[in-house]
């Protein structure tokens, strides 16, 4: 994308019927750390990938408890992210105050939709550049929603937002039929997986990835690097037994060599990231 004359503010639209600002603000959010996040019938899992400026340097947050029964994911400006976070814990606090009952999901989602959308019709403000995933148990069920910059809101069984979320999505799509049945931990492992496809090569090491749970008589709560080192280990051993099972030793080293080749391949893609702004972290 580069700067045109229809970009000045966001209330001014181009020829071709597009708010400019409203898109750079939705490639912000692409352009932030992986947030993912599934659902069953009883329980929402919500995940991300922790990156820091530096070596020297500590990683921002990037879930955030709203509620006992909601919690969210951001992939983009950590600080709008941060600010519209504690806009939804106040609603909920007004609300649980004003009826003595938690907030509905969907209804905060459509009231943080709405904020959203002001922010594209007022050419004295600037949209949020964050895409939240709001994760929440409430009367109806489990719920899963993605709330964009530019006001939409979507509900999914299982999602994926930030750089290099296509590969997440793409083992999500394989595996969505599973999910509503599946049980705690089998979620958490997914979405173990989920963010290892979105390392390139990486090792998954609970201190690059945060882990947050929330399901029927367990409030929302972010897990322990030690229990989410512990899940790890034990997924990375049943994958090593499970993978040479059964298969002839040609068929193994076509495997590792493949598994060679795509290695480099991430190598050859790392430094793309170099180029993101350290509030996009």
Known sequence: MFRNQYDTDVTTWSPAGRLF?????????????????????????????????????????????????????????????RVLSRYMRSEC?????????????GRLVVQLADKAQVCTQR??????GVGLLVGGLDESGAHLYYNCPSGNYFEYQAFAIGSRSQAAKTYLERRFENFVDSSRDDLIKDALIAVRETLQ??????????????????????????????????????????????????????????????QATGADQGPTDQGVAPMEM
């Open 21 to 81: 600002q409203v898109e750079y603000a939705m490639e912000a959010v692409k352009q932030g750390s992986a947030a993912i996040g599934l659902r069953s019938k009883t329980h929402v899992v919500l995940a991300c990938v922790n990156k820091a400026n530096s070596e020297l340097s500590s990683h921002q947050r990037k879930i955030f408890k709203v509620d006992d029964h909601i919690g969210v994911a951001i992939a983009g400006l950590t600080a709008d992210g």
């Open 93 to 105: 606090i007004n609300y649980s105050y004003t009826y003595e009952s938690p907030l509905p999901v």
């Open 123 to 128: 050419s004295w403000k600037r949209p949020y």
């Open 201 to 262: 090569g990486e090792t998954l090491k609970s201190s690059i990835c945060t882990v947050a749970v929330l399901g029927v008589g367990e409030a929302f709560h972010i897990l322990d690097q030690e229990t989410v080192q512990k899940l790890i280990d034990a997924f990375e051993i049943v994958k090593e037994a499970e993978g040479p099972a059964g298969e002839p030793d040609a068929t193994a080293d076509e495997q590792s060599g493949a598994a060679v080749a795509d």
